[in-house]
């Protein structure tokens, strides 16, 4: 099996996203590597999915866990070599699982050569590389996003002796798009990847590239300008790549991304996943419809990304106040699972580790409109650990099995990168993989069996979706509509037994096949279609006409 | 045999959709479309600004409008709070209308309201009036929080209002209830009221939905069951009572009719209570103190007057079946001053009013009647009320109402004892 060449396939991508340091380490230094992560290769490609999105790997002095990148073309001796990854490359190509891997456009960290260089002196040809000024009066509208660390958007710098210019963390300088030098730098890096067979990039915090004053800096026309022209240069040069957009901002923000499909081709729907969680706790279809409602059209060759949660905190910038608060109240009761405006847990603990509330989750990521992306040890349960800093809680060793270290490392448990979970309920003990490829009915079999049955069919990946609603409005109910075939899926999202009538009326004569077990359901009459679901439970119907 | 009343089956499918609320409010209508739609959105905000998290739903129970108020209900637009992305509450805005009748019938509006409270297990509600046209969404905060947030169960409201106003609250129920039941609502027959779920499924289990004596006013029956059967309750401070539609009001003898039969229904039914009940309590109150005002207003004193002393001369032989002697006398005395000194005096009244009561329960005659013949001795007190309050401030009225209460509480023993007596 070998990757296809084929212009769409993000569209049909089940994404696995992952850090090489937390997944295994080959050589027993505490870290995990890319020879570890090419030999857990065949785990990934059991599990069905057929895309891998790296954080970055990258030389730098991980004070923001890699985004802080030092030198953007080469490997952290931390992961392996080059010649690693190129390895690890070519072997997830040969089980049909492309690679995506980041791009940190929108600044280096001041470590970097580039930043070494630039505030060496005012003369010299790398300053204007970044985005300098006498004073840190200037673009007084910008809001600060790392709201717990940082005081300001401007950073003093001893060394030239005036303010540079940085969106997330002082040791984060921006760089200056402005400047023709920087864009065709960052090209070349992009083409250094791609040369070597990489399929896309996950381009980090793009609505902040370009800065103007009397504006908030985000999102600018000149930005959009920017990013068209590496999508024409990708597209001339590198067919069938693609680029996903970190934008986190409200739908009809990040439509812009997608422009007339001649930006990116995938860009985050940040906003839906805090209203996931919000519906299940609320019991409520309301703040998913809402949002959904909102979301534009995007171009037919474009694609949105979904998830429930990822290596950042649970990100509650995108949600009223009032939402917020509740989000907090329900979700991050302890204080210490608060950072920035989010939340810095996982997925299992959130769910109180409900399976059927992690089920239920895990099928609306799989049936609503988007490519669906899987976080590193979500499949499994994993859980977090919110007394460690920043949102290290939620990038602990994978859980390979129950022994030393979790299966993730031979090493010293001293040395590790990270401690392993080690509690009674998520510790590795009791949720590792191998305990879970054992239990024909584990967390991990489940997720297994949902990612095949989505990817039986194209339906989920390409089709329409139209809201159905039943007066029941815990039952998220919608059909999905792809070349004249439609899937019905029924969300109770409620923890009590729930019955729902549904208007199906369009659908009249077609015959509901439930697509987990294949039994047939009654035929859709010309009364309403009447269904009972336990407490969490979801169908999946596919709906035939014969 | 009694008759079933059963709950109509597209209400019940509603409730279904609806399932457990936190907070319900009711809206009991009959032909109110000019003025409904403000009802409506000022639950709605009420529910947005103080009820954003918990589980909602307004009930609109209509006994058979014919200007198309159910349709105005369904179709009421509430302006959301903005967030600027166009997101609203965090729930589903729920909205139930059923009809319950062919004809209205504040009894049956009630009973619907309630039932649906306790089927969706609701922990505070509120009953508010589609004619009242100045309810805001204070109104309705003011309300519930008292049964959601301090776990009262009953809540009477308390408003701004003439001085001339509520006479009937003021000079008989108020006085009334709150000497023989021992706690003084000062609204006893409110058109806004709040109460739990707990209340709700108390009243609706009682056996009294076929009783036509409280059918017309079952307000005044729910507050005073709250207070027999041990309930918390208090009053909360609402606003300035605003006047419906002129002639929506019902006329004097329709409503002493109401309220008043309403009342001795309940004093008969809870005799055991009251009678055991000495020292009254203070009801709590939330808000500031009801104020009332006291521009100037025409009344026609002398036709009230005219009336009393005619009704007295009319029904002399109906009244001394009723009234002790010595109270008929009194009585007769007071019809034979002049307009300007005849003064019906609050103990000459509460005496009045306890003998009615008592001969109510001893049905001395038949109980409609008897209640009628209570007119012109009412328009007697309410006269010689306008005669000494011409040019009292809101205070001195209220230290008069004070002085009434404690009249009646005084002559409680006299009740208790004309109660006991064979008729």
């Known amino acids: 099996m070998a990757v296809e060449a084929q212009p769409l396939w993000y569209k049909d991508a089940i994404i696995y996203q992952l850090h090489v340091r937390t997944f295994c380490d080959s050589n027993n230094d505490g870290i995990g590597d890319f020879t570890g992560l090419l030999q857990k290769l065949d785990y ?98 910008v809001r600060i996003i790392f709201l717990d660390t940082e005081l300001s958007n401007w950073a003093w710098d001893p060394v030239s002796k005036s303010y540079y210019w940085h969106r997330f963390f002082s040791h984060q300088p921006d760089l200056n798009w402005d400047n023709p030098a920087v864009f065709e730098a960052m090209w070349g890096v992009m083409q250094f990847w791609l040369d070597m067979g990489v399929d896309g990039f996950r381009l980090d915090a793009i609505p902040y590239l370009i800065e103007r004053e009397g504006t908030n800096g985000e999102n600018l026309p000149e930005t959009h300008a920017i990013l068209r022209e590496l999508r024409r240069l990708l597209d001339k040069q590198y067919p069938g790549k693609m680029l996903l957009a970190e934008a986190n901002q409200w ?33 409520d279809r309301k703040p998913i419809i809402e949002i959904l409602e909102q979301t534009p059209q995007i171009p037919d060759s474009c694609q949105w990304c979904i998830f429930l949660r990822n290596h950042d905190e649970l990100t509650l910038e995108m949600v009223t106040d009032v939402e917020r608060d509740y989000m907090y109240d329900e979700y991050a009761k302890d204080k210490q699972m608060r950072i920035n405006l989010g939340i810095r847990r996982r997925l299992a603990p959130m769910m109180e580790n409900d399976r059927r509330r992690i089920e239920l989750l895990t099928g609306m990521l799989m049936s609503m409109p988007g490519t669906p992306i899987i976080y590193y040890g979500d499949e499994i349960g994993m859980g977090d650990n919110v007394y ?13 099995n129950g022994g030393w270290n979790a299966g993730f490392s031979g090493a010293d448990p001293e040395r590790l990168y990270s401690a392993v979970i080690s509690n009674p309920v998520y510790g590795y003990a009791a949720i590792n993989v191998e305990s879970q490829r054992r239990t024909q009915h584990s967390l991990l079999a489940w997720m297994k069996q949902i990612i095949h049955v989505r990817d039986s069919t194209p ?31 029924v969300n109770n999202l409620s923890s009590t037994a729930q019955a729902v009538e549904l208007d199906l009326q369009d659908y009249k004569g077609s015959i509901p096949i439930e697509m987990f077990g294949g039994n047939l359901f009654p035929r859709i009459g010309d009364a309403s279609y009447l269904l009972t679901l336990a407490p969490y439970q979801f169908f999946w119907f596919r709906l035939r006409r014969i | 045999m009694v008759e079933e009343i059963l709950l109509a089956d597209d209400f019940v499918r509603q409730l279904m959709s609806v399932g457990e609320v936190d907070v319900l409010v009711g809206i009991p209508s009959f032909n109110n479309a000019l003025t409904i739609a403000n009802t409506v959105q000022a639950v709605e905000q009420s529910f947005q600004l103080g009820f954003a998290r918990q589980r909602v739903v307004l009930v609109a129970v209509d006994g ?47 009973r619907t309201i309630l039932a649906a409270a306790d089927l969706l297990r609701a922990k505070a509600c509120a009953v508010v009036s589609p004619a009242t046209p100045n309810v805001t969404t204070a109104w309705i905060t003011n309300l519930l929080e008292p049964v959601y947030r301090d776990k009262f169960d009953f809540v009477a409201p308390l408003y701004n209002r003439h001085k001339y106003d509520g006479l009937l609250s003021r000079n008989l129920l108020y006085p009334m209830s709150r000497s023989v039941f021992g706690q003084g609502i000062r609204e006893l027959h409110p058109s806004e009221l709040g109460f739990s779920g707990r209340l709700a499924s108390h009243c609706l289990g009682q056996d009294v939905w076929n009783q036509g004596d409280i059918q017309d006013a079952p307000e005044i029956w729910m507050a005073l069951t709250a207070i027999s059967s041990d309930f918390k309750c208090c009053q909360a401070f609402l606003g300035t009572k605003e006047r419906g539609t002129a002639g929506t009001a019902p006329d004097i003898v329709t409503a002493v009719r109401q309220n008043v039969g309403s009342l001795f229904w309940c004093l008969d039914a809870d005799e055991n209570f009251w009678m055991q009940r000495a020292t009254p309590e203070a009801v709590p109150s939330f808000g500031p103190q009801s104020e009332l005002t006291t521009e100037p207003m025409n009344l026609n004193r002398q036709r009230i007057y005219e009336l009393f002393r005619s009704g007295v001369q009319d029904l002399g032989p109906i009244l001394e079946t009723i009234l002790a002697s010595d109270t008929m006398a009194e009585i007769r005395s007071v019809t034979a001053q002049s307009e300007e000194k005849c003064r019906f005096s609050g103990e000459l009244w509460a005496r009045t009013l306890f003998d009615f009561a008592a001969s109510h329960h001893h049905a001395v005659l038949n109980r409609d009647h008897l209640i009628q013949a209570l007119v012109p001795l009412y328009r007697g007190r309410i006269h010689s009320f306008l005669v000494e309050h011409q040019d009292s401030t809101a205070q001195q009225m209220e230290a008069d109402t004070e002085n009434l209460c404690v009249q009646f509480e005084k002559q409680k023993p006299y009740l208790v004892e004309r109660w006991k007596a064979k008729a």
């Open chain 1, 388 to 400: 460690l800093g920043d949102r290290n809680g939620v990038r602990t060793p994978m859980q390979w």
């Open chain 1, 251 to 283: 739908p009809a923000d990040v439509r812009a991304y997608f422009g007339d499909g001649d930006e990116f081709h995938m860009a985050f729907h940040f906003p839906l996943m805090p209203r996931m969680f919000m519906a299940v706790r609320l019991e």
């Open chain 1, 44 to 141: 990934l490609q059991e599990l069905g999915i057929n895309t891998i999105w790296l954080l970055p790997f990258f030389p730098s002095p991980l004070r923001d866990d890699g985004y802080d990148i030092a030198d953007y073309t080469s490997v952290h001796p931390n992961y392996g070599t080059l010649d690693e990854f190129r390895a690890f490359l070519t072997a997830a190509h040969e089980r049909g699982i492309r690679i995506i891997i980041e791009l940190v456009a929108n600044h280096t960290s001041d470590q970097h050569p580039w930043f070494q260089e630039a505030r060496s002196s005012t003369n010299n040809p790398k300053r204007d590389w970044y985005v300098w000024s006498d004073t840190d009066d200037k673009y007084k509208e």
């Open chain 2, 64 to 110: 058979g409008s014919g200007d198309g108020t159910r349709d105005v209900v369904m179709n009421a637009r509430t302006e959301k709070s903005s967030s600027g992305r166009g997101l609203t509450s965090l729930r589903t805005e729920q909205r139930v209308v059923t009809q319950y009748a062919n004809a209205p019938s504040a009894g049956l509006a009630l």
């Open chain 1, 459 to 489: 339906i989920f990946s390409r089709g329409s979706i139209e809201f159905l609603r039943p007066s029941n409005h815990r039952v998220l109910a919608y059909v999905r509509c792809y070349e004249n075939k439609q899937v019905l899926v």
